[in-house]
């Protein structure tokens, strides 16, 4: 069974430049997560999806972030315009029912220069 | 919100046994999941706690006291491979996000 994927791996784009980072979370889980990691903190949650539905987006920083779920299966996360600040490791986890173990993909690296 | 407290950075010789400690304040508490991640790979689950008490799972254990807010990862017989950042991340009764700590690199020498 394939894992939550993620593309691209790596975004190095300017200030003020769109970027859209995706996740395939696992077949069949209807609830997926966005977290992120910036240089030299901890992972912090961003959002919450059940299904299409976004259960929790307390996380979400500013309205610069927007994040979809079209259809319920993968999802976008789109940061226009970007900031510096925004630099850092995007990762997404699904898991199968809330409460249970969260899987992890291996992250999208954005660097904004 | 969640304050969580683990040492930024461990050494241990193979064969060894490291203990990393986990201490954590919250608002809510659901349960302490431990994850192992190499550098540029996806954290990967090791270790739920809910109830206090030691739980093992091969040559790792975890163990809770949900009372003293405090977690340790026990890691025995270590190899090469377990060289890598470990993350203790506590749920929150209220909804079922993560909170992580900022993980403790273990480096596991020859």
């Known amino acids: 069974e394939a894992g939550v994927t993620q593309f691209p791996s790596h975004s190095v784009i300017e200030k003020g430049q769109t970027v859209t980072l995706r996740c395939d979370p696992i077949?069949?889980?209807?609830?997926l997560y966005w977290y992120r990691r910036v240089m030299g903190k901890e992972i912090k949650f961003l959002l919450h999806f059940v299904k299409e539905s976004k259960q929790d987006e307390s996380g979400m920083p500013n309205n610069r972030f927007l994040a979809e779920r079209t259809g319920g299966t993968y999802s976008t996360l789109k940061v226009q315009p970007a900031e510096l600040e925004d630099s850092g490791v995007y990762f997404c986890?699904?898991?199968?029912?809330?409460?249970?173990?969260?899987?992890f993909g291996p992250g999208t690296r954005l660097t904004v220069l | 919100g969640q304050n969580i407290d683990q040492p930024t950075e461990m050494t241990a010789t193979e064969g060894a046994i490291v203990q990393i400690n986990c201490t954590y304040q919250?608002?809510?508490?659901?349960?302490l999941f431990w994850y192992q991640q190499h550098a540029g790979e996806a954290p990967t689950f090791l270790s739920y706690n809910v109830l206090d008490g030691l739980e093992e799972k091969g040559r790792f254990s975890s163990f809770l006291s949900r009372s003293k807010g405090y977690s340790y990862l026990l890691l025995k017989e270590l190899q090469m491979k377990d060289s890598a950042s470990y993350l203790c991340a506590v749920r929150s009764s209220n909804d079922y996000k993560l909170s992580f700590g900022a993980g403790t690199t273990v480096t596991v020498r020859a």
């Open positions: 077949s069949g889980h209807d609830n």
């Open positions: 986890a699904s898991s199968l029912q809330m409460g249970q173990q969260q899987f």
């Open positions: 919250t608002s809510g508490f659901n349960g």
